[in-house]
């Protein structure tokens, strides 16, 4: 059974810093690996999708880097907004397209 | 402009009265997911339909049950609700299926009370 796991849990940083948000996954036989967003009482918003066979990923400030075979996902965001404070997931998606999600990281930005 | 949609925002119910949410798509996609999210946990997988075809997970209670009369929408029948069940109710919606690679859409949750 696939395990995800999301470190740190938790982030607060000032207007202005970069994001470092950890991803990490068990069984390697992903078929992608998404990023969402999710604000407080609000369902996902899909940020990136990273096919398998790809190393990147990129959209604007952000940008998701995927290891498949070490099981590890990072998604980057540059010069951080507080527009950007919400909870972060994670989900590899098997070949079935099911998700599995990590518990995510909640950000909060700091003016 | 809105692509999934779910009804209602926020329900309340009283315990073991059954209780119906709802979910319609202007995407046309085959594929409908509905998760259910606990408090500050991630979001589990209870069932997904592709075309018509209902998939249950493994661990998702009898108590749960789910409707798609058409492609457009799709519904969450929780036939006896206990205090347990309270959670944010998310529909999905995708293009893919086996051996596809589409990104999951998301609706804005429903918010389950269970009194």
């Known amino acids: 059974k696939q395990e995800v796991t999301q470190i740190p849990a938790a982030l607060s940083v000032p207007e202005g810093e970069n994001l470092v948000l950890n991803c990490s996954f068990t069984?390697?036989?992903?078929?992608?690996l998404q990023w969402f967003r999710q604000d407080p009482g609000k369902g996902l918003t899909s940020l990136l999708l990273?096919?398998?066979?790809?190393r990147e990923q990129t959209s604007g400030r952000l940008n998701a880097s995927l290891d498949k075979s070490s099981g590890r996902s990072t998604l980057y965001i540059a010069a951080s907004q507080p527009g950007d404070s919400a909870t972060y997931l994670c989900?590899?998606?098997?070949?079935?397209?099911?998700?599995?999600f990590g518990a995510g990281t909640q950000v909060v930005v700091t003016p | 402009d809105a692509m999934v949609i779910q009804n209602p925002r926020y329900q309340v119910t009283q315990f073991g009265k059954p209780v119906t949410l709802s979910c319609s798509q202007t995407?046309?996609?085959?594929?409908m997911y509905w998760y259910q999210q606990k408090s500050s946990q991630a979001p589990k997988l209870l069932f997904h339909?592709?075309?018509?075809?209902?998939?249950n997970e493994a661990d998702t209670p009898d108590n749960f049950q789910s409707r798609r009369p058409n492609t457009s929408f799709c519904f969450l029948d929780i036939r006896s609700p206990g205090l347990g069940d309270a959670a944010m109710y998310l529909c999905?919606?995708?293009?893919?299926?086996?051996?596809?690679?589409?990104?999951?859409?998301f609706g804005p949750g429903t918010r389950l009370l269970v009194l």
């Open positions: 999905a919606t995708s293009a893919g299926g086996t051996g596809r690679t589409e990104t999951q859409y």
């Open positions: 069984d390697s036989a992903i078929y992608n």
């Open positions: 990273i096919q398998s066979s790809q």
């Open positions: 989900a590899p998606t098997d070949s079935w397209g099911k998700l599995q």
């Open positions: 995407l046309n996609h085959n594929v």
């Open positions: 339909y592709y075309d018509k075809d209902f998939n």
